[in-house]
């Protein structure tokens, strides 16, 4: 298990190293000066240069590359050409916006997608396992924020449950929070959870051909306790695999959900600092959420060696 570990690890410090230099490369490539945006049209040439400077712009690329992979190591992701805020500031704030509203989607799609996979495998062919399926096929359809946009409608607007958007933040209490980030998490929850109630369906029906599930209807275990016993742990690795994907995109892809509720988060500081060419807020940004998704990744390769001993024997 060591050596399985300390491979993967390994892989995660290459993956980290390759994406600084794409994003750094991606990001410096793009057209525009942020010292002409920042000053304007009309600013003198003298003020650009100094402000130029004072951003650290007059430097080789190489330069400012190393300076940002070395800062970002020691925590300092450097400050805000728009806002002259430390960055490590900006993301930490909207960080407790989108790590809880990806956990609260992570957790409804997780509880929706279990029990309907099981349930539709266990039916397969019958009129569950069809009406489950059906209704997975309109979730993976309909676009999240065509759904995000209903919710608000039936649930803020008509209902008057919840309110239409903003954050109510953390210092109202757990549960002023959690509720204005319900909506947002239910309407990034249940695609995902279609997605997953397919995999694990597949995954269980696939399992169930197997000759140790014969074995164990034959030591006298009823379906269900062979499913439950010996079925959903051999199904788990593909389920592992669409779990970390979707944590990954829960995280990094929510900026149209947050651009739709008006949620302060990571997802919503891309858009903002894109539009006002704020380069080193873009870089940080989404290099925190390569890094979150390389980590999750790292974390669903130990989590297959604990379900599946058999990979660890091959290492």
Sequence with gaps: MLRYTFKRLL?????????????????EVAPGDPASFMLGINAQEDTLAALR???????????????????MVQGDFGTSYQYRTPVSQMIADRLWVSLPLALYALALSTLI??????????????????????????????????????????????????????????????????????????ALALPQAAILARVMRSALLDVLGED?????????????QALRRHGLRNAMIPVLTILGLQFSFLLAGGIIIEQVFYLPGLGRLIFQSISARDLIVVESVTMLLVFAVIVVNFAVDLAYAAVDPRLRART
Excluded: C, H
């Design 212 to 224: 140790f599930m014969r074995t164990a209807r034959a030591k006298g275990l009823t379906k269900g």
């Design 53 to 71: 400077a004072e951003l650290g712009l007059d430097q080789s690329k190489l330069q400012r590359y190393l300076g940002w992979v070395g800062g």
């Design 11 to 27: 892989s995660l410090l290459i993956s980290l190293a390759i994406a600084s230099l794409v994003i750094f490369m991606v990001i």
């Design 113 to 186: 997608a279990f029990p309907a996979g099981i349930y539709a495998a266990s039916r397969r062919g019958k009129a569950g396992d069809i009406g489950v399926m059906g209704a997975t096929q309109i979730g993976v359809a309909i676009p999240n924020f065509w759904f995000a946009m209903m919710l608000v409608l039936i649930f803020a607007i008509n209902l008057r449950w919840f309110s239409a958007g903003g954050f109510a933040g953390w210092d109202k209490g757990a549960f002023a929070a959690l509720k204005s980030l319900t909506l947002p998490a239910i």
